[in-house]
């Protein structure tokens, strides 16, 4: 029992933490804070993380209703995901800003940024909700909705200690490191993109025509 609640854990941290990417969110966050104090940031910090977590949490919580409700089936919602998932990995690969010049503007005169653009849509955008609400479907039992919630809530911890503690590795790493690491990143979460699609097209075959598959 616990071992399924701990894989199912482990599972859905893997594959939210690269399309969630709150390495690549920690130089935003602080850019769009220049100039305010630590404990402001803090701050800032705690309610994107709580924002992030209610979003995901209220998206898989709702996942099999929302797709009983729109009719759509867990292959379409993983190749609708796998799509937007790889629209940002390509942004992240030719280091394309993760916010359009008129988001930018609005988040610079904003006071506060934690919902948005922090939580939605940096954070907790369309991939990360399609991954999750394609997870709900997928969850049978009591122990892996609770490994996945588990999982969720561990994101945004993990996401409030590295915008409150980010500072000293945006320094160090400095643009063209910070560059570096978002394109690597990128790189995997091109790949989790692909598989998504993939798997899919895989569901899609198996429902309208099985015996392709035999």
């Known amino acids: ?70 009719g759509i089936s867990l292959g379409v919602l993983q190749i609708a995901g796998g799509l937007l998932v790889s629209q940002t990995a390509w942004e992240m690969l030719t280091v394309r800003p993760r916010l359009t010049s008129p988001e930018s503007q609005e988040a610079a005169d904003k006071h506060d940024i934690s919902f948005t653009p922090m939580a939605v849509p940096l954070i907790s955008g369309p991939g990360a909700i399609g991954v999750v609400i ?38 160090k790493l400095g643009s063209n490191g910070v560059g570096a690491l978002n394109r690597v990143l990128g790189f995997f979460i091109l790949a989790i993109a692909v598989q998504l699609i993939a798997n899919g097209t895989f569901d899609l075959i198996r429902q309208s025509a099985p015996g392709l598959l035999r």
């Open 134 to 171: 394609g997870i709900s479907e997928r969850s049978g039992t009591v122990m892996s909705y609770l490994g996945s919630l588990a999982a969720i809530v561990l994101l945004g911890i993990l996401l409030y200690l590295m915008l409150a503690l980010g500072e000293p590795l945006v320094k």
């Open 1 to 70: 029992m616990w071992q399924l609640f701990l894989s199912s854990t482990l599972g859905t941290f893997v594959a939210l933490f690269p399309i969630a990417n709150p390495v690549g969110a920690v130089p935003i966050f602080y850019s769009l804070t220049d100039g305010e104090s630590t404990a402001y940031r803090c701050r800032l910090a705690l309610w994107t993380a709580l924002n992030v977590v209610w979003v995901l949490i209220a998206f898989f919580l709702a996942g099999k209703f929302i797709l009983s409700f729109f």
